[in-house]
């Protein structure tokens, strides 16, 4: 018998797919490595949802899937995280049309081990030296935090097809009426998150 939410939704039927946990992901880090910027949203005490660019300071670290943050903590996406910890992290490649979305909590920390192994050059610039020789805007800088978000599920669509061949297959089946799945929907659930966190 048919899930009437099912035969509704055509595309999402057509498009989710369940390979082996470690297919997925192995996937769903394809996609985090290709994008430079992730989107962060965090929700307010109002309840006002705020996104920001933000990027992961680990996306090569094939050992976890938490992210990885470093960021300044008097901004206001901390004072969001103290209201309410669960976040959303998406990333978008531009070039092939994969996303992939990150729902989890947020831990902060002032872990300088941490800080450290993922402190670069470039992270400088997203601080400053105030010039009071406190905040020097390095990784000894006490505005310097750690965001890590753990995640509790992760949601992603993985292309199948080129974009040119994403473009064929759209419009053949606009034309013909039928439904177009030019990649995979895939979730990465909550148990397999934690399987895969373990055997690390």
């Not at 498009?15 to 430079?36: C, D, F, H, T």
């Not at 660019?53 to 996406?77: C, E, I």
């Not at 998406?90 to 450290?116: H, M, P, R, Y």
Request: net charge negative; hydrophobic share 35%; proline share 4%.
């Amino acid at each position: 018998m048919s899930n009437p939410q099912t035969s509704l939704d055509p595309y999402t039927a057509q498009a989710e797919s369940n390979p082996p946990p470690l297919e997925k992901i192995k996937g769903y880090r394809e996609i985090i490595s290709s994008v430079k910027t992730a989107m962060m949203t965090t929700r307010s005490a109002d309840g006002e949802l705020h996104a920001r660019a933000m990027n992961p300071a680990n996306r090569s670290d094939d050992t976890q899937l938490n992210l990885v943050f470093l960021a300044n903590n008097v901004s206001h996406k901390f004072e969001e995280i103290q209201n309410d910890v669960h976040v959303n992290v998406s990333f978008l490649d531009q070039q092939t049309g994969s996303w992939a979305s990150v729902c989890g909590k947020a831990k902060v920390s002032n872990d300088k081990e941490v800080i450290k192994k993922y402190w670069t050059s470039t992270t400088s610039a997203w601080f400053g030296d105030l010039k009071d020789g406190i905040h020097k805007g390095d990784e000894t800088d006490p505005r310097v935090s750690v965001i890590e978000v753990v995640p509790d599920e992760i949601r992603y669509w993985f292309a199948t097809k080129g974009r040119v061949g994403q473009a064929i297959d759209i419009g053949t089946h606009a034309l013909t009426g039928k439904v177009s799945s030019p990649g995979d929907l895939r979730t990465i659930s909550k148990q397999e998150i934690q399987l895969a966190q373990g055997l690390n």
